[in-house]
């Protein structure tokens, strides 16, 4: 349902990529085992102030 997506946060940039800016869990539930959807939270969570090292770890483990 479009609702519910429309209910999920995303980044706000310009043509967001859709990749969630909740939690970790949150994140790594979106990426599941997809490479390129790991690749893409990569690239948004380094975009933060402070990353999340565990996260990008995992996210890394999925990617490669």
């Known amino acids: ?3 519910v997506q429309a209910a999920q946060p995303t980044l706000d940039e310009p043509g967001g990529d859709g990749v969630p800016t909740g939690s970790a869990k949150e994140v790594l539930t979106w990426v599941g085992t997809d490479p390129g ?5 990569i690239e948004a969570e380094n975009t933060r102030d402070k990353p999340r090292t565990t996260l990008v770890a995992a996210l890394t ?3 490669n």
């Open 1 to 3: 349902c479009a609702a």
């Open 61 to 63: 483990r999925i990617a």
């Open 37 to 41: 959807r790991a690749r893409r939270a």
